[in-house]
Each structure stands twice: as structure tokens, then as C-alpha cells.
């Protein structure tokens, strides 16, 4: 039996034993590799789906990948966290001085810096500069479309008590606009930590001294704004968190903020089983829909709630109660 790792072009059997020429590590599931690179689990199957992580050989049980290939995987994992890492550090500046900072140490991390310099701080103006005079250009290319959006704004509200609601639920195509995938100042619904004598947060009962109720704040929107930056302009959209390919209902798309939520808009895929429910539920009760998005949390302790903050996102899911949204829509 031949048991020489093949070339990744090669055709890749599943062999009755692991690799034994040349050096490889085997894993079991997502969960194992993503604990080995730093990443989550839907970036490692985003990485192995785009060949970035490619897998060099399996057996019945596991997949073996070389060591360099999942230390790239490790640093693309470390270079997103760094990259949160700089706009949660620059997201209180005006605005600015936010993008030269930014840039000033994006400069410094790519020089391997921990401390910013005078070349960094210059090259984070310069940086800062060209983006301006791209969105100058841009600014007078979509003048003309921000006329337009804002009339189509107040097309579909209706009275909702002493506000308006947005209703944009278009049948026909199966889109969503402006649904709340977080809103500020909630308290989460059955979202709880618990807390040690020392303050650090445990999940052992027994070692447990407080019961937080975790809530949203306005910092909670910043985190979620740039870990969808992070996770680029698509977001899978499931039911009820269920990561079946047959509950996969379509995708969330324009992310931005309104008001005192972050929104986006959901694209309902034609075949999907739950799609005529949804869009009649969304436009005759949408207060008795919701979406909840799938992510990697942190917390800041304060002595009466754990405040969210939001690491890296997965997913945006329709559920029938979001946890930080009091409806489908916005307030």
C-alpha cells in the first residue's frame, strides 16, 4: 500500500490509515481544524472551499493538512483579528481623524510595530488622503442615487403608533429591506453570564457569584459594523440557526445603520421551502418575526449586565424571537 501524500492535484483517495510520508496533521471536524488555526468554523470552510486550505489526503475519520498550510490559515486568522483590533482602537476618534489613524496603524502592523511612528502616522495621512478623493469622485457619481434612495425612504411607512415603520417586503423578488439584525439598548432575551468572586466570567454554577442579564449598546453596533466589514459583503441566512444546506433560506446583503439599529437586507431564495411564510409573516406581523445573527461574543462586565461585543459573525438567521431585536424591523 502506497501511503505517499499525493500532489494536491492529484486525486485524493481515503487510504485504511493516516499519511505517513512527510509531515501532516490530521483532524476530525471543522471545530478540530478551526481550534488549530484560530479561525472560526465557517472561515475554515470558507478557506478549504476557496483552496486556500487545501487537504492532502483522508481516511474514513479524518483530514490531514500540512502544517504550513494551516499556519497560513492561522496568520489570515490573526490578521482579522488585527484588523477588528484597529477600529475598535480608532473607533472613538472624530471623523476625521479615524481613517488616518486607522491607516497609521494598519501601517504599523504591516512593519511588524507595536508603537506608531512618525512614517506611520504620515502614511496613514497620505493613505487617508486617497481614499477622501475616491469618495469625492464617488460622492458625485452617486449624488443623483442618494436623491432617489431617500425618496423611495418614505415609500411603503405607514403609522405605527406615534412613529413610523419601514415596510419593505417585496414579494415578487423575495427581498427584505432594511430588516434589524441588532438594536441598541435591549436586553437580551435569555442571554445570560455568569460571573466569579473575581469578576471573570465562568461557566461552572458552582463557581458562579452573579447572574448577568447581557444587553446591547451603542459600542455592541460598532463591533457588529466592522466584523461584517470583516466578513465581506454576503452573509449566509438560515432558519433558526440550523447549518442544514436545507434550512440555508438565502442571504443578507447592505448592512448599515438606521436609527438606533444595525439593518440589512435579506435575499429569499426562490427555492426555499419557508419562503412564502416569511414574506407574508414579515409583512402582515413582522413583530412576530425576527432575525438573530450567528457570532463570536465578548463581554464587558459592568455590576448590573455584561455589555456585547461582537468578535467575528457567521450567519444572520430568521428565528420566530430575535434576542436583540425587538421585530423584524427596525423602531
Not at 483530514?63 to 494551516?70: G, K
Not at 436609527?259 to 414579515?282: Q, W, Y
Not at 463581554?299 to 467575528?312: G, H, K, M, Q, Y
Amino acid at each position: 500500500m502506497n501511503n505517499e501524500i499525493p500532489h494536491p492535484g492529484d486525486p485524493l483517495g481515503a487510504p485504511p490509515g493516516p499519511p505517513q510520508a512527510g509531515p501532516v496533521e490530521g483532524f476530525d471536524s471543522d471545530e478540530a481544524i478551526a481550534a488549530r488555526t484560530g479561525c472560526t468554523t465557517f472561515q475554515v470552510q470558507k478557506l478549504i472551499r476557496e483552496g486556500h486550505l487545501r487537504q492532502v489526503s483522508a481516511t474514513a475519520t479524518h483530514r490531514y493538512f500540512r502544517p504550513a498550510d494551516l499556519d497560513g490559515a492561522k496568520a489570515f486568522s490573526q490578521r482579522l483579528l488585527d484588523i477588528v483590533g484597529i477600529r475598535q482602537k480608532v473607533s472613538r476618534l472624530a471623523a476625521g481623524e479615524r481613517e488616518a489613524a486607522f491607516w497609521a496603524h494598519v501601517s504599523a502592523a504591516e512593519n511588524g510595530r507595536q508603537r506608531l511612528t512618525a512614517a506611520d502616522r504620515a502614511e496613514g495621512a497620505r493613505r487617508s488622503q486617497a481614499a477622501q478623493r475616491f469618495d469625492q469622485a464617488a460622492d458625485r457619481v452617486t449624488a443623483r442615487i442618494d436623491q432617489i434612495l431617500e425618496r423611495i425612504e418614505h415609500v411603503g411607512r405607514r403609522p405605527a403608533g406615534d412613529h413610523l415603520r419601514l415596510r419593505a417586503v417585496h414579494q415578487a423578488s423575495g427581498v427584505l429591506e432594511g430588516v434589524a439584525v441588532m438594536t441598541k439598548d435591549l436586553p437580551c432575551a435569555g442571554k445570560f453570564i455568569l460571573v466569579d468572586t473575581a469578576g471573570n466570567i465562568t461557566k461552572n454554577p458552582n463557581q458562579a457569584n452573579k447572574r448577568l442579564q447581557v444587553w446591547t449598546d451603542e459600542e455592541s453596533l460598532t463591533t457588529l459594523l466592522v466584523a461584517l466589514e470583516a466578513a465581506g459583503p454576503k452573509l449566509k441566512v438560515r432558519t433558526d440557526h440550523s447549518d442544514d444546506v436545507a434550512d440555508r433560506v438565502g442571504y443578507a446583503d447592505s448592512f448599515g445603520r438606521q436609527g438606533a439599529s444595525v439593518t440589512c437586507d435579506l435575499h429569499l431564495f426562490a427555492s426555499a421551502d419557508a419562503r412564502n411564510i416569511i414574506l407574508e409573516t414579515a409583512a402582515r406581523s413582522p413583530e412576530l418575526l425576527g432575525v438573530s445573527v450567528s457570532f463570536i461574543p465578548r463581554f464587558e462586565i459592568r455590576p448590573d449586565r455584561a455589555l456585547l461585543r461582537v468578535v467575528a459573525v457567521e450567519a444572520c438567521d430568521i428565528v420566530d424571537e430575535a434576542a436583540a431585536n425587538r421585530s423584524l424591523f427596525p423602531d
